[in-house]
């Protein structure tokens, strides 16, 4: 049995977790799919709905139609923080 290991480090603060726990189940299920796929892949994810990178270190995607998430990832460091999970109308950018 082979042990895979995580190419990347996804970090997402306690208020944003605390967030995230409030919103609906089937958008928490796709954020998790997310930061899996952040973990293994880096931070570009192509194959993610409305995927954009919106400057040099900062990206979003939608989770679906009603709500997107937002990570960074700065000088190809092996650490993606997630700042921001939630509807797109409160949407940072």
């Given amino acids: 049995m ?15 977790s605390q ?7 089937n958008v928490q299920d796709l954020f998790d799919e997310l930061t899996d796929d952040l ?3 880096g931070p570009e994810q192509p194959s993610w709905p409305n995927y954009s990178k919106l ?3 900062t990206y979003h995607c939608h989770l679906n ?3 997107v998430a937002c990570w960074k990832c700065e000088n190809n460091n092996i650490e ?3 700042y921001y999970a939630g509807s797109r109308e409160n949407a940072p950018y």
């Fill in 2 to 16: 082979r042990e895979e290991t995580s190419k990347y480090k996804v970090l997402v603060k306690r208020k944003l």
């Fill in 39 to 41: 973990e293994a892949n």
């Fill in 55 to 57: 400057s040099k270190t």
């Fill in 65 to 67: 139609y009603s709500y």
């Fill in 80 to 82: 993606i923080e997630v």
């Fill in 19 to 25: 967030n995230i726990g409030k919103l609906p189940e």
